[in-house]
């Protein structure tokens, strides 16, 4: 690894962060990953692709004091989003992450702290948020929004003109069609067809999906 290779800090040690871990050379910038935070004191000590576990999230001020950038390995927006409130104030440095794998139109505009896996595609005019998580093979029409925080399980399908709120969590294989307002907050089932908008913090399942209740 370069020496002049940014040093970047994962925070998780679950699945988004092991794939980061598992494919630090596809990424289109490359990093030097130093190590893992995470909550769960039973993992202090492993080593995950070589990789190791360092102790929790009350160390993360230090890191970030030390000029080393945060990645967030963590996919549940509400989760995220708290612990991102917590150091924003540390002027922290939040790559983002995009595979190689994937294909981003001209005239697109990507947030900090996101992370893009292999297969996904992202067409004209569509704006990305801060801290997004887009796992496999979701593919992304033009003039799409998405909110910051939001997670995309792997093939979700969103059509022209969607717009996706802040903290949204959309399930495996999910879709909209054109022109469709997903508020914030809400979570959405897999392979649940959108056909029409839903208000902030709904509950949306279902083939034509229906708002299966707001949440508490």
Same mark, same amino acid.
Request: glycine residues 12%.
């Given at each position: 690894?370069?020496?002049?290779?940014?040093?970047?800090?994962?925070?998780?040690?679950?699945?988004?962060?092991?794939?980061?871990?598992?494919?630090?050379?596809?990424?289109?910038?490359?990093?030097?990953?130093?190590?893992?935070?995470?909550?769960?004191?039973?993992?202090?000590?492993?080593?995950?692709?070589?990789?190791?576990? #360092? *102790?929790?999230?009350?160390? +993360?001020? /230090? !890191?970030?004091?030390?000029?080393?950038? =945060?990645?967030?390995g963590i996919a549940f927006p509400k989760i995220k989003a708290s612990l991102v409130e917590k150091v924003k104030h540390l002027d922290a440095e939040f790559p983002t992450l995009i595979s190689e794998k994937a294909w981003i139109s001209n005239e697109v505009a990507i947030g900090k702290g996101c992370i893009i896996y292999p297969g996904c595609s992202i067409n004209y005019e569509t704006v990305v948020g801060d801290f997004?998580?887009?796992?496999?093979?979701?593919? #992304? *029409?033009?003039?799409?929004? +998405?909110? /910051? !925080?939001?997670?995309?399980?792997?093939? =979700?399908?969103?059509?022209?003109?969607?717009?996706?709120?802040?903290?949204?969590?959309?399930?495996?294989?999910?879709?909209?069609?054109?022109?469709?307002?997903?508020?914030?907050?809400?979570?959405?089932?897999?392979?649940?067809?959108?056909?029409?908008?839903?208000?902030?913090?709904?509950?949306?399942?279902?083939?034509?999906?229906?708002?299966?209740?707001?949440?508490?």
């Open positions: 690894m370069n020496e002049n290779t940014k040093k970047v800090i994962i925070v998780g040690a679950g699945s988004v962060g092991k794939f980061i871990a598992y494919n630090p050379n596809q990424f289109t910038e490359k990093y030097d990953f130093i190590g893992f935070l995470d909550d769960d004191p039973n993992k202090k000590g492993q080593l995950i692709a070589g990789i190791p576990v #360092l *102790g929790t999230l009350e160390l +993360l001020p /230090d !890191f970030i004091k030390q000029n080393i950038a =945060v990645v967030w997004v998580v887009m796992n496999m093979n979701c593919a #992304l *029409g033009h003039n799409v929004t +998405l909110g /910051d !925080f939001t997670s995309l399980a792997p093939g =979700v399908n969103l059509g022209g003109y969607t717009i996706i709120g802040d903290r949204t969590d959309m399930g495996i294989g999910a879709a909209t069609k054109q022109f469709i307002e997903i508020a914030k907050g809400c979570v959405v089932g897999g392979q649940a067809m959108v056909t029409k908008s839903f208000p902030s913090d709904s509950i949306i399942k279902g083939v034509p999906a229906i708002q299966s209740e707001n949440k508490k």
